[in-house]
């Protein structure tokens, strides 16, 4: 019996260790973990109790994108009107104010080309204005000389009247008419010909007219659009935001008001 008293004792006591064996060995906590209760399976939660499910990764798509919005164009409308070969502005008057040599700009515009022709003095870069805005009675007589002229080198009506409108605008589709445009050369260097855009002037103005509203309104590869030969003396006023998006995405004015959805 004695025998067989022990050998019961013996089970319990190694049974007993097995379960304490049995039992998880809780993983050291950290300094600022609170206190492990005594009862702690209570406490979990009964999706924690479980083995967890992977969580789903989220599509690519949803994650908010690092880089920010670009802001909107602020636009200024009145300074977006379109004078060209499709659209007439004969009946347009803007009220005007004196640029510089006598030669005027619409009111709300002459200040900054002033400030603009004063920045580049400051940098060394002498601007001179040979012409800005000009009613429809002065396109009419100089697009009439103009054709005169072909028509005197022998050239018929048709071909005379076609190519005077390659250098200069239809009677009503000057942009001169605007109050909005300008011709602005270097007492240095007064031609109206391709060669002014080699001069400080012209790089000056390439480089930062957008800062003012300013773009150079026939560039030599849109000739197919604006139906205008190159100009590197034509400025126009659009507006500061219209202006840096033009001139830096290398558009005319044309594509700009189309891909803002102003033309057709």
Known sequence: ??????????????GGCEERHAAPVQAESSEDAAPVSSQWW???????????????????SEEPSSEPEEPPLELEEWALVLANYDHDIREYEPELEEVQNGYRMDVRVAEIARQMIADAAEQGV?????????????????????????LSMGYSQDQAVAATAQLIAYPGRSEH?????????TPAYQGLDDGYA????????LENAAD???ILRYPADKTEITRINFEPWHYRYVGIDA?????ENGLCLEEFLEQQGMIE
């Open 1 to 14: 019996m004695r025998k067989i008293a022990a050998l019961l004792l013996a089970c319990l006591l190694f």
């Open 42 to 60: 209570e406490e979990v939660p009964e999706e924690l109790s479980s083995d967890p499910e992977p969580e789903e990764s989220s599509p690519a």
């Open 126 to 150: 002498s601007l001179l204005v040979c012409s800005a805005y000009r009613p429809y009675s002065s396109q009419e007589r100089n697009f009439n000389n103009s054709v005169n002229t072909y």
């Open 177 to 185: 008419q605007t109050g909005l445009a300008a011709d602005i050369v």
């Open 198 to 205: 080699e001069t400080d002037a012209a790089k000056w103005l």
């Open 212 to 214: 003012y509203g300013f």
């Open 243 to 247: 202006a840096k998006e033009i001139m």
